[in-house]
């Protein structure tokens, strides 16, 4: 069963940190180009980091230097630290594995101010 199943989300204050974790099952992470994505209320799904398959990331500019994309090949999972959060990073964060077009269910963000 193909799969990605992310977790960590949760409320945390302007200038916290938070992980998200996005698990994978019936594909192999390290055979595909990884990413999150996120969606705020009335907003367009935007590109928030992705990882391919020799490693290289890449993110959106709205998080870069804040936020860090890794994975655990042994885990088959895929990370997202975040730090130095702020209200506008306020979103549903979704695990999308580009080779398989395949997305998450999605975790909730919320960063008060």
């Known amino acids: 069963q193909l799969q990605l199943v992310e977790s960590g989300g949760g409320l945390v204050r302007a200038g916290d940190s938070l992980s998200l974790s996005c698990a994978a099952s019936?594909?192999?992470?390290?055979?595909?180009?990884m990413g999150w994505y996120r969606q705020a209320p009335g907003k367009q799904r935007e590109l928030v980091a992705l990882?391919?398959?020799?490693?290289?990331?890449n993110y959106g500019d709205s998080v870069k230097g804040r936020f860090t994309i890794s994975r655990d090949n042994a885990k088959n999972t895929v990370y997202l630290q975040m730090n130095s959060l702020k209200p506008e990073d306020t979103a549903v964060y979704y695990c999308?594995?580009?080779?398989?077009?395949?997305w998450g269910q999605g975790t909730q963000v919320t960063v008060s101010s």
């Open positions: 990882i391919s398959l020799s490693g290289t990331t």
């Open positions: 019936g594909i192999i992470v390290s055979g595909n180009t």
């Open positions: 999308y594995a580009a080779t398989r077009r395949l």
